[in-house]
């Protein structure tokens, strides 16, 4: 009789050794979403505490690369720009960019970093990297402010054509599939290396490289001209479509939705596959990080 | 319907020893291979009792074996042990920052830990963000901490402070902060381990007097890891005791504590030369064992009306050392109860060698505790070797533990709980004066 009643007991929670592979409570993330919140605005107020200039970093950083980049691949290489200013189009790469950069390298360290409150609190481990995505989602959304003030200043200044219209529309559409690829990578790459940290050396200049191979300061167009071989091996790169496509909306009004499909598809294999890799490892890795 | 909140079956936790490199991958490899074939992992097999001192054949140990117990509702579960018993680790699991290897753990409410005070403080933040950041990280939703929120600071006592970064705070008052919103997490069940370590007396009790409301007031369920025994004596109703990874030991907390101070020490009435560790050691005298005597036998444990006799034997290396033996005894708690030496203005008796330059060889000194003098507990004695200056003295803690019973024989009218320290048995009488 006893057996019966305690069979019928209900518990709220049970911890076994092994769940399965798709266990992803999303409910319990949704949960969290005020600890979310507070993350996001955590690293968004501490980020520049104790500086004089404050916010002000999250321009000058864009600005000062724009100019270099301006400088090295406009004036001294002379690279053309498919007709678009070359100011906005080395500016519009790099805070594109930056912004996949950034969820990337810090998504892959979301283990290691936050190692010491992992060990000693529960809360659902994927708030962590959904917070840090948001957190520069928002840091993104004030360089892009930058990006439409200088495009502003040089249509006024310069007198040039600037484009305004719908293909605006699509910013969000990039910058979700850039936030969904940068936290997929970051969390296949986060759960790999809590074990075995190979992978983050290798991150750490691989980005690097990776940002020469993602048409940051160049057009596609421009290598296709060059060669049809390197070009090819470029389009693998999904970031580098999803760049110069947000290059060409802002800039131009030009979408392009077919170059989207393969990001797209990318995307959801990288996400899915993180999911099942950091659920997997979110539950044991305070016994190998 | 049973009011039972955790049940703990069969829980076991098997850690790897040593650095993780190229050579677990070369494990790695063969876990994934048996269990392609549908095998049991090779290495469960193995692993050996996690006794840290002694070095195991094995590179795994089992950090839990089989560890069952359940908690019902309301109970303020005490959970005591030496370093590496394992405490931790059940801590771990049972706040699920890790998983078990073995066994499972079903909880009925909500669970929140305290396993650190101020997990995920930033040191930049004011010390209202830190309130809602550090509250979210412990469960709480925006809208609990906001209705508890001039309840904690007025807890922690900073209202002034309350827009400062906490980087600015002393530690005292970061501690009282984050203990605050721990303090007022809205779970059925909460986990706490070691956290009153801090803070001055008057917050450790009121952060005591916090948990004790916890548990009678509010009906929830506490589990408390701690060193402090007269903080687990007075919130615990019951206590497990762990020892290299099992429970060893389950029931009264008073109980269990004397249990796990006989347990860990020397228990044998007698500690010979080669067993002593020294705190400090002597250019001119060593131990060559430290007893106790009862009715002419070597034992530790003795009844209240029992005279007991404390052997000390040593050897002088040094010719013409004057030296005096003295005994210190301690209750479980490490405060010292007595000291008594063979000084002679001292000593009852007059000891032909005390103050005397002694010759090189061996001595025994004798102390002679009285009978109903000592309570029903248990003591633990200290011995020292202190030569005249005072310096190059020979000290050995912890040498023994004494255990006495009660024999009932001061117990014929009264039989509630003694208290104090010593029972003694002194003179009394009355006279009528009107």
Redesign the interface.
């Known amino acids: 009789m006893e057996e019966l ?1 305690n069979k019928n ?10 769940t399965s592979l798709l266990d992803i409570n999303l409910k319990e993330v949704w ?2 979403r ?2 979310m ?3 996001v ?2 690293d968004f ?2 980020k520049y ?2 500086t004089v200039l404050g916010p002000v970093w999250h321009f000058i950083q864009p600005i000062l690369t724009t100019l270099i980049s301006f400088m090295l691949f406009n004036v001294v290489a002379n690279i053309p720009t498919d007709g678009m200013d070359s100011i906005l189009f080395q500016m519009s790469g790099i805070i594109i960019w930056n912004y996949f950069s950034t969820c990337l390298t810090n998504c892959s360290n979301v283990f290691v970093t936050n190692a ?8 659902p481990r994927l708030v962590m990297p959904l917070s840090i995505v948001i957190s520069n989602i928002v840091q993104f959304g004030i360089q892009l402010l930058l990006l439409f003030c200088t495009m502003i200043f040089i249509g006024i200044y310069k007198g040039e054509q600037i484009y305004i219209g719908w293909a605006w529309l699509m910013i969000p559409v990039y910058v979700f599939i850039m936030a969904i690829t940068g936290l997929g990578l970051g969390i296949i790459f986060s759960s790999l290396t809590t ?2 940290r190979d992978l983050s050396v290798l991150l750490a200049f691989g980005i690097q490289l990776l940002m020469y191979a993602t048409a940051v300061n160049y057009p596609l167009s421009f290598i296709a001209k060059k060669s049809h071989k390197l070009y090819n091996i470029i389009k693998l790169n999904p970031i580098a479509s999803l760049v110069d496509g947000f290059r060409n909306a802002v800039l131009k009004g030009n979408v392009d939705f077919h170059s989207l499909v393969y990001p797209v598809i990318f995307m959801t294999v990288t996400f899915f596959i993180g999911m099942i890799l950091f659920n997997k490892v979110e ?2 890795f ?3 990080v | 319907m049973s009011n039972t909140v955790i049940k703990v079956e069969n829980l076991s936790k098997q850690y790897r020893l040593g650095e993780i490199g190229t050579g677990s991958i070369t494990h790695d490899v063969n876990r994934w291979w048996s269990r392609v074939r549908g095998k049991e992992d090779p290495y469960l097999k193995i692993g050996d009792v996690n006794d840290r001192t002694v070095k195991g054949d094995s590179e795994y140990v089992w950090a839990l074996k089989d560890i069952n117990f359940e908690v019902k509702q309301g109970e303020v579960l005490g959970v005591i042990g030496r370093n590496g018993a394992g405490k931790s680790t059940l801590l771990k699991i049972l706040s699920r920052t890790t998983t078990p290897t073995i066994g499972s753990v079903k909880i009925k409410g909500r669970i929140a830990s305290l396993l650190e005070v101020g997990t995920g403080f930033h040191p930049d933040l004011s010390g209202r963000d830190n309130i809602f950041l550090n509250g979210a990280i412990l469960g709480m939703t925006k809208q609990e901490i906001k209705n508890k929120f001039d309840e904690i600071v007025d807890f922690a006592g900073i209202e002034r402070y309350i827009d400062t970064p906490v980087k600015r705070y002393s530690s005292g008052m970061y501690v009282r902060l984050a203990f605050g919103v721990a303090a007022h997490l809205e779970s059925e069940i909460l986990i706490i381990d070691e956290v009153l370590a801090v803070g001055d007396a008057e917050f450790q009790k009121k952060a005591l007097g916090k948990m004790q409301d916890a548990s009678t007031q509010e009906g929830r369920t506490v589990l408390f890891v701690s060193h402090n025994m007269a903080a687990l004596s007075t919130l615990c109703t019951t206590s497990i005791l762990m020892q290299y990874g099992q429970i060893v030991a389950q029931g009264n907390t008073r109980q269990i504590i004397d249990k796990y101070i006989s347990a860990g020490i020397h228990s044998e009435g007698e500690i010979l030369q080669d067993e002593i560790i020294y705190k400090e050691k002597s250019s001119k005298a060593f131990f060559n064992s430290i007893r106790v005597i009862c009715n002419n036998k070597i034992t530790n444990l003795v009844g209240i009306g029992d005279e007991v006799i404390i052997e000390l034997e040593y050897t002088i290396v040094v010719q013409d050392t004057i030296l005096n033996c003295s005994i210190h005894l301690l209750d479980n708690f490490g405060a010292c109860i007595f000291a008594t030496t063979n000084l002679a203005s001292a000593n009852l008796l007059v000891d032909d060698y005390s103050g005397k330059s002694l010759q090189m060889g061996r001595y025994k000194s004798h102390c002679k505790i009285p009978a109903n003098f000592l309570n029903d507990a248990n003591y633990v004695i200290n011995a020292f070797l202190v030569p005249k200056d005072n310096h190059d003295m020979a000290s050995v803690e912890n040498a023994l533990t004494l255990s006495v019973t009660e024999t009932g024989e001061m117990r014929k009218e009264y039989t509630g709980q003694w208290i104090g320290m010593l029972r003694p048995k002194f003179a009394w009488n009355t006279i009528f004066v009107g």
């Open positions: 009643l007991e209900h518990w709220d929670l049970e911890l076994k050794p092994r949960q969290y005020d600890l919140v507070l993350f605005k955590r107020v501490a505490k104790q010491s409150i992992f060990g000693k609190v529960y809360f074990k075995y539950k044991t305070m016994d190998t």
